[in-house]
């Protein structure tokens, strides 16, 4: 069975977000209260960043089972890193955890003992900032991100294959995207091929498609384009993605299309269920 290395320090993983950052990532998302696209998705991945890092948190630091790149496309693509780790690629999951770009104080709602909920500070870590400006240069990125991961395959054969997460509100400007996607999974390891999955981010309101197993009830061209570049998603993350309310089948593809906010964070969560760390 493919997808199910372990993963280890000798033999880690990869992970690679490809983050539109378009000029219509201003556009609002929420209905009760409406934040801008760019906010939500950089607030889930440095969120996602620090859970990663606190689950390879061991006596001694954190482990390096991943290496992580967070790759910004719109008026430019490339590293969407900030502060000491700007400009950097895939960097070893250690060296992202001891160097935030910054760390805010938030508020946080939490349960106060007697039904209602209370405020309270938080540190949060950011280590990526909201960008939205240019086009959508998926093209470009995914061409970019299969060079990550044919340079990651030939030094890790024996790993876990790399992941890449491509968060997006719209269509690529610069190309059919369908070729540089296979690029993408064309690359394996021992293994199993690289996975590529896709979360379109909407402010059109209705129910987000999750994880649809065929293309039939998705709405358009463009939708269906998005389904066919997702991989399959692996045995072991279908069952999670099954324990938490989805609708799975062993067709079932990495893909939301019109995703809410409830659905990127849940979508990142799955996307990056990785195997046994050891």
Known sequence: MPYTAEISRTHPTCIVFLVDQSTSMTDPI???????????????????LTELSVKCAKEEGVRDYFHVAVIGYGATVGSAFAGSLTGRDLVPLSEVADNPARVEDRTKKVPDGAGGLVETSVKFPLWMDPVAHGGTPMNRALQYAATLVAGWTERHPASFPPIVINLTDGESTDGDPVEAAAAVTSHATADGAALLFNLHVSDAGGSPVSFPDSDANLPDTYARTLFTMSSPLPGHMRSYAASQGQRVSDATRGFVYNADIAAVVQFLDIGTRATELR
């Open 30 to 48: 929420g209905d009760e209260e409406p934040r801008r696209k760019a906010d939500v998705v950089a607030d889930a991945i440095n969120r996602l």
